[in-house]
């Protein structure tokens, strides 16, 4: 079956840094382009950051651009997000996300980022 494991979250104080990790399983890892998202508590889920199915092509929110860098390793089927600079505005739960089409896009469980102090 399908299964998208993060992995990589936790506590951190402002700028330092987290790498989360999203080991895919259970369909064509490389037909799918990768997001991460992420929901803080009383807010809507928001787009993070997106990857093409070759990682030729990458989009960042606007508030995390130049500190956090989406990548992907089609042959350990497995997105990364690195985050560097956190502020306590990116603590989040941080989903990934498999994105093949509207109709057609798996959720891993999520993983919580706290920035604090």
């Known amino acids: 079956q399908v299964q998208l494991v993060e992995s990589g979250g936790g506590l951190v104080q402002p700028g330092g840094s987290l790498r989360l990790s999203c080991a895919a399983s259970?369909?064509?890892?490389?037909?799918?382009?990768m997001r991460w998202y992420r929901q803080a508590p009383g807010k809507e889920r928001e787009l993070v950051a997106h990857i093409s199915q070759s990682g030729g092509f990458t989009k960042y929110l606007d508030s995390v651009k130049g500190r956090f860098t989406i990548s992907r390793d089609n042959a350990k089927n497995t997105v990364y997000l690195q985050m560097n600079s956190l502020k306590p505005e990116d603590t989040a739960v941080y989903y990934c996300?498999?994105?093949?089409?509207?109709?057609?896009?798996?959720w891993g469980q999520g993983t919580q980022v706290t920035v604090s102090s």
């Open positions: 259970g369909f064509i890892f490389s037909n799918y382009a």
């Open positions: 996300n498999a994105y093949h089409s509207v109709l057609t896009n798996y």
